[in-house]
Each structure stands twice: as C-alpha cells, then as structure tokens.
C-alpha cells in the first residue's frame, strides 16, 4: 500500500527491522517474545538489569587491586566517553525498543509518549517489586535506546580492559 512521505518513517527507522528480517526471517523481538517462562525471564533479567551495572564496579575493583597502578582512571574515563558517545548516538539516531515496534510499528520516534517496562514488568510481578515498571514508563524522559546498545558496548569495554589487563 502507499504511505504518503509525510507519515511514512524516515529511512532510519526501517534499517535495523529490515536487518532483523534479512537474517532471521522474522523480528526477532517478537520471536523471542513469544515464549515467555520464568527461567528466559531471568536469563535474560541478569544481564540486562543487574550485571550490566555491577559489572563496572566489579572489573574496577579487581583492576584497582590486581592491575598496574593507574589502569582505573584510565578505564573510568574510557568508560565515561563511551557512555557520552551512547547518549549521543541514542539522541541522533534513536532506536525502537521491541515494545514500541510492537506497539506503534515503524512510526518516527516521538519522544513526548510514555514508556514501558516491557518484559521487566514480570520481573517486577516475580520478586514482588516495582523497580522497572515505574522506573520505564512514568520517570523515563527517554523511551528510544542506541544501536549499538550500552550494554553491548560497556561489556566489550570491560572485556578488552580485563582481557589486556590480565593476559593470562
């Protein structure tokens, strides 16, 4: 069907869906989605929402008590540029959460909705907390993330300076 260009989604916003179909046939998101247990809620809660900020803190202190001295400022500034570049990447060229795909389809991003916890709100209803979801949809002032994400990116930091550090 025709979508006039005055609604239809900038370019931008069809790239990493049109990937996703390229190599996996499908959305991926809304695969994965599709199965919800208990057990793939908390595989994939683990990196998501505790590793990806206590690993930091982790790789500092090792590094502060087991790598040659000055290894943890230079981390802590690689670690403060990467986080800067994240947001700017996330502010130029936002990408959909799989909710929001979900939700609004390929629609251009409109920063003024509300966000979700998505699949974290089962992890709140699991431990009997209500940490995601009024974090993710009443207090979040940004509702888009970056590709590539900052857990990706922090997890490849914090390898390379273990890795270097560490050789053996």
């Known amino acids: 069907s025709f979508i006039p260009n005055e609604i239809r989604p900038p370019i931008w916003v069809r790239v990493l869906p049109a990937l996703e179909n390229v190599f996996y046939g499908a959305n991926l998101s809304n695969i994965l989605s599709a199965h919800q247990f208990v057990i793939l809620d908390l595989l994939a809660w683990l990196p998501y929402g505790i590793i990806h900020f ?3 803190f982790v790789c500092s202190l090792v590094m502060f008590f087991f790598a040659a001295p000055g290894t943890v400022p230079v981390f802590a500034r690689s670690f403060g540029y990467l986080n800067l570049t994240g947001v700017i990447i996330q502010l ?7 909710w929001y795909e979900n939700m609004y389809g390929l ?3 409109n920063y003024s909705m509300q966000g979700s916890p998505a699949g974290l709100a089962r992890i709140d209803m699991l431990f009997g907390i209500d940490l995601y979801t009024t974090n993710f949809s009443a207090n979040s002032p940004l509702v888009f993330g970056a590709f590539p994400s900052l857990h990706a990116g922090n997890a490849v930091l914090e390898a390379l300076f273990m ?3 560490f050789r053996s």
């Open 54 to 56: 206590g690993a930091p």
């Open 92 to 98: 130029v060229f936002p990408c959909s959460p799989p």
């Open 107 to 109: 629609a251009p991003a």
């Open 163 to 165: 890795s270097y550090c």
